[in-house]
């Protein structure tokens, strides 16, 4: 693959990862402005991820027929355009409906940065390629932590938004002028013209022996995208509500995305040497343990940064490892449908996870019971992300 549409891809992903941990990192000064209770604050995480659903499974169903460019452009165009809108939100009915459609843009744009790295990288480096676009999210966040941290200017929540709005709009420019298509993705679509054959829809995923391959995949992405943005949104909030101030939260944050970065990095060059199983045992099982410990009780600030950069290197380290291999279990002329869906479906996991941890907190402060222990919840999912994985690693992509 070309370097220019590498980097390109890679500044798109940089983009995205800035607004995902943008919306942890604004979340105490939106629960301040609005008086939203935890349980809503969990709808505020989730809502984005809900416009994620149904654009990542439009996104890549319509890459599939009409080309991962113009979808991908579209896609930050909207994106850019309602993250914009959220730094401009009067009241909570309207960060929603902001969040809601800047997700559909950010989810049609996911497929299709897979696609176009799977498509184009070398054959033994499928893996690392894919992870790799993803790492570039963890540093993303990284840098909305920095700057949060860091920049006066950044500290007020609505100039996070309105520059996590402004970058992704001289991204799509960019892509307009250098991105160029997938050309295995043009050579298979002439294929299927010359060929006369019609464009697959989503219900071949439900194929056999494709179909048990797709639920696997759907249950993996579900569980570790539940726990991925449990952590993404309500970390900054966890440690801060134990003692810490906002800057230190924000340093944690930084600590969780350097992490999820070299996690990424590292699954992706695992799988591509042939120890997909070890890889996925160790972040999997390692997140199940790191989450025990933290919920024992935390102890002082460098231990809450271990913990973070911890959380970050196991739990992103799954969630790319699964984006690496979902392009194996599906044909050229199916395959932005098919990582479309799996990602669609994972983002149901990614709206329960803030919810669900909303709940939690809110049954915990009115028993008074310890908040550490709200993150025992990770425990469960991460055994069940496990167990599906393993399970379709042990079959024959179809």
């Known amino acids: ?66 080309g991962r460019r113009p979808i991908l452009i579209f896609a930050l165009v909207t994106f850019a355009l309602f993250t914009l809108g959220a730094a401009f939100s009067g009241n909570l009915h309207e960060v929603l409906i902001a969040r809601f459609l800047a997700g559909i843009g950010f989810g049609a744009a996911m497929p299709n940065l897979i696609a176009l790295m799977s498509e184009n990288a070398p054959p033994k480096k499928k893996a690392l390629y894919v992870t790799a676009i993803f790492s570039a999210i963890a540093l993303g966040g990284g840098i909305a932590s920095a700057a949060m941290a860091f920049s ?64 696997l995949l759907w249950a993996g992405f579900f569980s570790t995208l539940l726990m991925v943005y449990l952590l993404l949104n309500w970390l900054p909030s966890l440690v801060k509500g134990l003692g810490f101030t906002a800057q230190q939260a924000s340093i944690g944050a930084i600590f969780f995305n350097v992490g999820g970065a070299i996690g990424g990095i590292l699954t992706g060059m695992i799988i591509d040497r042939g120890f997909s199983r070890f890889a996925f045992i160790v972040v999997y099982a390692g997140l199940a343990g790191i989450a025990y410990v933290v919920g024992t009780g935390i102890g002082n600030f460098g231990f809450v940064m271990l913990a973070e950069f911890l959380f970050g290197l196991f739990v992103l380290g799954a969630q790319y490892g699964l984006y690496g291999i979902a392009p194996n279990y599906y044909a050229t002329a199916i ?29 915990i402060h009115s028993t008074g019971g310890n908040t550490s222990h709200a993150i025992w919840v990770l425990i469960p999912a991460s055994v069940v992300g496990l167990l599906c994985v393993l399970t379709l690693l042990g079959r024959k992509a179809s």
Request: aromatic fraction near 10%.
């Open 152 to 215: 006066t200017l950044l500290s007020d929540w609505r100039n996070l938004f309105i520059i996590g709005g402004l970058i992704p709009l001289f991204c799509a420019s960019l892509l307009w002028l250098w991105l160029p298509e997938s050309k295995i993705f043009l050579a298979a679509k002439q294929a299927q013209v010359n060929q006369h054959e019609p464009q697959p829809g989503i219900m071949t995923l439900f194929e056999p022996p494709r179909l048990v391959n797709t639920l």
């Open 1 to 66: 693959m070309k370097t220019k549409a590498v980097l390109l891809c890679m500044l798109v992903a940089l983009t995205e990862g800035f607004d995902i941990q943008a919306i942890g990192l604004a979340a105490p000064q939106l629960k301040a402005a609005f008086s939203i209770s935890d349980s809503l604050m969990g709808w505020v995480f989730s809502s984005s991820s809900i416009g994620l659903f149904f654009g990542a499974v439009m996104g890549g169903h319509y890459s599939d027929r009409y």
């Open 335 to 363: 395959l932005g449908t098919g990582v479309g869906a799996a990602i669609g479906v994972g983002r149901i996991g990614a709206i329960a996870g803030p919810v669900l941890m909303g709940r939690l907190m809110t049954h």
